[in-house]
């Protein structure tokens, strides 16, 4: 016989509102993930997505993109030359999309990691707040 199961909510504390709860959740979060902000700076990156990427030092604070090699956090590639990815391409990174379009984004997307180029199939959600998209989520698989 199956059997219910009824669990209450009422009574416990408010969690913390925006991307400081998303944050928190990130930064201790075994899967590779991050969250940005609306200007698209890192808000958080899980520690298993730094060691993958090469990280040296944090990347919260820092844009998620950069024009330079020591400017962004991600150096995002071309599936075909394996070389940068083109700016009309990079707008649509589901990490970003999440962000512009304020819906669920999925796709695959390429990595320049510490041992080497990674492929990644990426998840990402919008994160709202007061109906307003202020950030985005992104969970990172790693495709062999």
């Given amino acids: 016989m199956a059997q219910h199961v009824e669990i209450s909510i009422a009574g416990l504390p408010p969690t913390d509102p925006g991307l400081d709860r998303w944050g928190t959740t990130v930064d ?4 590779p993930c991050l969250v ?19 990280l040296a030092e944090s990347p919260v604070g ?14 995002l590639l071309d599936f075909g030359d394996g070389m940068a990815l083109e ?18 984004a999925r796709g695959l ?25 202020v950030g985005s989520l992104t969970f990172f698989s790693a495709i062999s």
């Fill in 62 to 75: 820092r844009p998620l993109l950069g024009e330079d090699e020591h400017e962004g956090v991600l150096r």
């Fill in 87 to 104: 700016q009309t391409e990079v707008a649509r990174t589901p990490t970003l999309m999440a962000l512009t379009s304020g819906r669920l």
């Fill in 28 to 31: 201790g979060a075994a899967e």
């Fill in 36 to 54: 940005i902000d609306a200007e698209q700076v890192v808000v958080a990156m899980s520690v298993s997505f730094e060691k993958m990427l090469g």
């Fill in 109 to 133: 997307i390429r990595l320049r990691c510490a041992q080497g180029p990674c492929t990644f199939d990426a998840i990402a959600t919008p994160l709202v707040e007061d109906e307003a998209v």
